[in-house]
């Protein structure tokens, strides 16, 4: 006689479940069908953008080490990294219409030069009048389990005792902290403190025309010297720990509020 | 003819008839169903359904050994298994948890069942999904004290382990993905939900309560019930049960959502197997369930973030219970043990360990690593 097993309570009947597969290929068929007949769409052609990254602290560029930088608040720091998720590319159109990339996590890290040209592939080819991203990981895939590619916590992004990603990773020295060190990663998704910001960089009238023929590039500055000032000024003396909750969500007001800018595109 | 011969023949008889509706329904006598694949209606739709991650039978064995393999830590003494232990419903028996090198855990480790239903974990609320709760014991320098890569090196570096995912899950090298759903198999499939209280509300066999009983859970309702609610005895909240005047040593759930109105609240635990859990509470301070008892009686200390439903009218905290209030209630909590749970052998560590087993199969002549 089979054994009971523990917590098996009332066993599901599995006779059920026999009829879902059959039933579930009539539905899709029958929805491939009516799609099919409803809007005969022609051959979308598509073609490649480019989003390359460049890291600056204010006019200077970033280099991880000891450079020093100042923070435009007085004080001065060092780098030695600098990470964060960009997600959910849109593409919008003059009409008010927008292409959004699916599927689309990238990690930037400045640690990977590779990292900061991200390639967005499969673009309806047309013409865009602006971009947007969200800064970190929408809240969805905070929750949803493991993870591949660039949102595997391998990537050291995960943060795991209170779990979500770690949106945006900015760590390195600062002799006005008290410890001589200054860690600050930016996440949370809840509120009150949810650190997750849309960034629309302005193409300034520009346009971008993607096509089988053109792989443009939207060439942005992304400054570091951003995150310290903005609404809330940031100064190492006050704060030099940052793991989500209040102090978080006045760093992430402060990079919304200019740290991404679309410095040329390059029609290509 | 002998006698034992017809005896055996019609066991066997017995044994066919036994397995033949099993056939019919597809799970026939080599398709055992995978532990923890079917659900107690009772809980209602679990967080975390099958169909997120369909159990598997060698999926399973995988997260079960990997549960139990103390490789995995940083010093190969600690795995999940030496402080969730499943005699006491995967809970342990010490106050605070020892990690790698014997450094003490700050909480006592609380018990592993019914995860599927649960939205949260640990005390505070802070690992928000099943499968990537395992990042933080296997990281907490004060429990497994590793990291995801060195985790997954040392995997990738056991031949055995690197067959064994690539026969469930195809790709190498072994990923956190696959280690995560591994060890998700493992964790969903600890169902608890055949206590004598199961077999009493089902009216089945061996679930008839005696007078103590049937009064303790009469107390239980009126007095612990509105926290301790559902068939899975939690409502999933968290609250101050005023152990603490200042929650300095352990804030609880305010370190994880930052809002000063969370200071010393912890989750409301299942009560599943309550009599195997001790010690209790989130810092393992009660080590009896009478002190437990006591505590909600006479011994509350006061604080602003104190769940209303502990002051009384006349400013008195606690829930008043006799001295035969509290055996009543003692009589119903042990109710609550499921001891197929606490026994079942698929959950128990696999024998001989998963080190010794796969070393000794790549031994043979003729196995191939």
């Given at each position: 006689m089979a054994t009971q097993l523990p917590g098996a309570g009332r066993p599901a009947p599995r006779r059920g479940r026999r009829f879902g597969w059959p039933l579930l290929a009539v539905l899709v068929s029958w929805g491939l069908v009516a799609g099919c007949g409803k809007a005969?769409?022609?051959?979308?052609?598509?073609?490649?953008?480019?989003?390359?990254?460049?890291?600056?602290?204010?006019?200077?560029?970033?280099?991880?080490?000891?450079?020093?930088?100042?923070?435009?608040?007085?004080?001065?720091?060092?780098?030695s990294t600098f990470k964060y998720y960009l997600s959910n590319v849109k593409l919008h159109r003059a009409d008010g219409t927008h292409y959004a990339v699916p599927d689309s996590y990238f990690l930037v890290d400045a640690g990977q030069p590779a990292s900061q040209h991200v390639a967005l592939h499969g673009i309806p080819a047309g013409t865009y009048t602006g971009l947007s991203f969200?800064?970190?990981?929408?809240?969805?895939?905070?929750?949803?389990?493991?993870?591949?590619?660039?949102?595997?916590?391998?990537?050291?992004?995960?943060?795991?005792?209170?779990?979500?990603?770690?949106?945006?990773?900015?760590?390195?020295?600062?002799?006005?902290?008290?410890?001589?060190?200054?860690?600050?990663?930016?996440?949370?998704?809840?509120?009150?403190?949810?650190?997750?910001?849309?960034?629309?960089?302005?193409?300034?009238?520009?346009?971008?025309?993607?096509?089988p023929e053109h792989e443009p590039e939207v060439h942005m500055e992304v400054d570091v010297q951003k995150m310290f000032v903005g609404p809330t000024p940031m100064?190492?003396?006050?704060?030099?720990?940052?793991?989500?909750?209040?102090?978080?969500?006045?760093?992430?007001?402060?990079y919304a509020a200019g740290m991404f800018t679309v410095e040329h595109i390059h029609p290509n | 003819?002998?006698?034992?011969?017809?005896?055996?023949?019609?066991?066997?008889?017995?044994?066919?008839?036994?397995?033949?509706?099993?056939?019919?329904?597809?799970?026939?006598?080599?398709?055992?169903?995978?532990?923890?694949?079917?659900?107690?209606?009772?809980?209602?739709?679990?967080?975390?359904?099958?169909?997120?991650?369909?159990?598997?039978?060698?999926?399973?064995?995988?997260?079960?050994?990997?549960?139990?393999?103390?490789?995995?830590?940083?010093?190969?003494?600690?795995?999940?298994?030496?402080?969730?232990?499943?005699?006491?419903?995967?809970?342990?028996?010490?106050?605070?948890?020892?990690?790698?090198?014997?450094?003490?855990?700050?909480?006592?480790?609380?018990?592993?069942q019914n995860l599927r239903?649960?939205?949260?974990?640990?005390?505070?609320?802070?690992?928000?999904?099943?499968?990537?709760?395992?990042?933080?014991?296997?990281?907490?320098?004060?429990?497994?004290?590793?990291?995801?890569?060195?985790?997954?090196?040392?995997?990738?570096?056991?031949?055995?382990?690197?067959r064994q995912f690539a026969a469930v899950y195809g790709q190498?090298?072994?990923?956190?993905y696959q280690l995560l759903r591994a060890l998700a198999q493992f964790t969903a499939a600890l169902t608890s939900a055949s206590s004598r209280y199961d077999y009493h509300v089902r009216r089945a066999a061996g679930g008839r309560f005696t007078a103590p009983e049937r009064r303790g859970q009469a107390l239980f309702r009126a007095k612990c019930g509105s926290c301790h609610a559902t068939e899975l005895f939690t409502d999933g909240s968290f609250r101050?049960?005023?152990?603490?005047?200042?929650?300095?040593?352990?804030?609880?759930?305010?370190?994880?959502?930052f809002l000063p109105t969370d200071r010393g609240r912890f989750a409301v635990p299942?009560?599943?197997?309550?009599?195997?859990?001790?010690?209790?509470?989130?810092?393992?301070?009660?080590?009896?369930?009478?002190?437990?008892?006591?505590?909600?009686?006479?011994?509350?200390?006061?604080?602003?973030?104190?769940?209303?439903?502990?002051?009384?009218?006349?400013?008195?905290?606690?829930?008043?219970?006799?001295?035969a209030e509290q055996r009543a209630l003692l009589a119903f909590l042990a109710t609550l043990t499921d001891e197929a749970f606490c026994r079942a052998p698929e959950f128990a560590a696999p024998r001989p360990s998963p080190g010794g087993k796969v070393r000794a199969a790549v031994r043979q002549p003729g196995i191939a690593p």
């Open positions: 005969p769409e022609p051959a979308a052609t598509t073609g490649n953008l480019y989003l390359e990254l460049e890291p600056t602290v204010g006019t200077a560029p970033l280099v991880l080490g000891p450079t020093l930088y100042p923070t435009g608040n007085g004080e001065q720091f060092t780098i969200v800064v970190g990981v929408d809240s969805a895939r905070n929750v949803a389990g493991a993870q591949t590619g660039a949102l595997d916590p391998v990537k050291g992004m995960f943060w795991d005792w209170n779990s979500g990603y770690i949106f945006v990773r900015l760590e390195g020295t600062a002799a006005a902290s008290a410890t001589g060190r200054y860690k600050y990663a930016i996440m949370g998704f809840q509120r009150p403190y949810n650190t997750l910001r849309t960034i629309a960089p302005a193409f300034g009238g520009a346009t971008v025309a993607v096509s100064r190492f003396a006050t704060v030099y720990d940052s793991e989500g909750g209040p102090t978080s969500v006045q760093i992430a007001n402060n | 003819m002998s006698w034992l011969r017809v005896g055996l023949l019609a066991c066997f008889g017995v044994l066919v008839l036994n397995l033949l509706p099993a056939w019919r329904t597809g799970l026939g006598p080599t398709r055992q169903p995978v532990p923890g694949a079917q659900l107690p209606r009772q809980f209602g739709q679990p967080v975390y359904a099958p169909a997120q991650n369909p159990p598997e039978r060698r999926a399973f064995e995988l997260g079960r050994q990997l549960f139990y393999d103390a490789r995995l830590s940083a010093d190969g003494t600690v795995s999940c298994g030496s402080c969730h232990q499943q005699a006491r419903a995967f809970a342990s028996p010490e106050r605070l948890s020892q990690g790698v090198g014997g450094r003490p855990g700050l909480r006592n480790a609380p018990a592993l239903w649960r939205r949260t974990f640990f005390a505070d609320g802070g690992p928000k999904h099943l499968e990537t709760l395992p990042l933080a014991p296997l990281t907490n320098p004060r429990e497994m004290g590793t990291t995801l890569p060195a985790v997954l090196a040392k995997l990738n570096a056991d031949s055995a382990y690197a190498r090298p072994i990923s956190s101050n049960n005023g152990l603490n005047r200042r929650f300095g040593q352990d804030s609880g759930r305010v370190v994880v959502t299942s009560l599943r197997n309550v009599a195997r859990t001790a010690p209790y509470m989130h810092d393992g301070r009660f080590g009896t369930l009478a002190q437990v008892l006591a505590h909600y009686d006479h011994g509350m200390v006061a604080s602003p973030t104190l769940d209303p439903i502990f002051r009384g009218p006349n400013g008195r905290l606690g829930i008043p219970l006799t001295a």
